[in-house]
């Protein structure tokens, strides 16, 4: 039963256009989502998050959505450079003391110079 | 400044064979530890959490555990490896002092090999 999903398993963008990473999620119960940015053979690194009372938080090229009624979350970064490329994951905080993350499955974006 | 260190960064082993992957802490006390594995293309699975010492949940039965006898230290381990339990194995922690908004800081990993 997977509560965070990433149905778009890659993306290939030009340098300088936008790129919009989805995730979708089916429960309720998150009181944080989070997108982090992971390369291979290294540990994810913590890119931007989204309390879940917001609907948008911009950092710098980065902005996420959330839109609660839909249960979706999406990362735009504008403009795509060429050392974005990674894999991105989306990620759900539990409401409790746990602190658990919940992860998607990762979109491996490339942009393209 | 508060770092974590994950160690091997790599290893191969032989089905059958025990395992152990440690993880420390350094510059925060008693943080919540995390144990996530990440399967050949597939996503970052939590396997065990630890909210303190002596107290791990575990979120997914599988051949593995997991052990925290002091307060900045995480233990993985198996007594005897399968095939399935490859991967890419990641420690991350959370202070209680730390942003709710700035969720875990992760270790680099260790790469395990089944053979």
């Known amino acids: 039963d997977q509560q965070v999903k990433q149905n778009s398993p890659s993306l290939s963008v030009q340098e300088g256009r936008i790129s919009i990473l989805n995730c979708d999620y089916t429960n309720s119960m998150f009181d944080y989502f989070l997108w982090y940015k992971k390369y291979p053979a290294e540990g994810p690194t913590f890119l931007i998050s989204i309390s879940s009372i917001k609907d948008k938080n911009e950092d710098g090229r980065f902005t996420v959505f959330l839109n609660k009624s839909a249960k979706h979350l999406s990362l735009h970064i504008v403009p795509s450079q060429p050392g974005d490329s990674a894999v991105y994951f989306c990620?759900?905080?539990?409401?409790?003391?746990?602190?658990?993350?919940?992860f998607g499955s990762g979109t491996r974006l490339l942009v393209r110079p | 400044s508060q770092t974590i260190h994950q160690w091997p960064a790599t290893l191969v082993q032989p089905v059958g064979s025990p395992l152990s992957l440690e993880c420390t802490v350094e510059?925060?006390?008693?943080?919540?530890l995390y144990w996530y594995r990440q399967a050949a293309g597939r996503g970052l699975q939590l396997l065990f959490y630890?909210?303190?010492?002596?107290?791990i949940s575990s979120e997914v039965p599988q051949n593995l555990s997991a052990s925290r006898p002091q307060d900045r230290q995480f233990i993985l381990s198996s007594k005897k490896l399968l095939l399935s339990d490859s991967g890419f194995y990641l420690c991350?922690?959370?202070?209680?002092?730390?942003?709710?908004?700035?969720?875990?800081?992760f270790g680099s990993g260790t790469r395990l090999t089944v053979v």
């Open positions: 991350a922690w959370k202070s209680g002092g730390t942003p709710a908004n700035y969720g875990y800081t």
């Open positions: 510059g925060t006390s008693n943080p919540n």
């Open positions: 630890s909210v303190g010492i002596g107290q």
């Open positions: 990620a759900a905080r539990t409401m409790d003391s746990s602190y658990k993350l919940i």
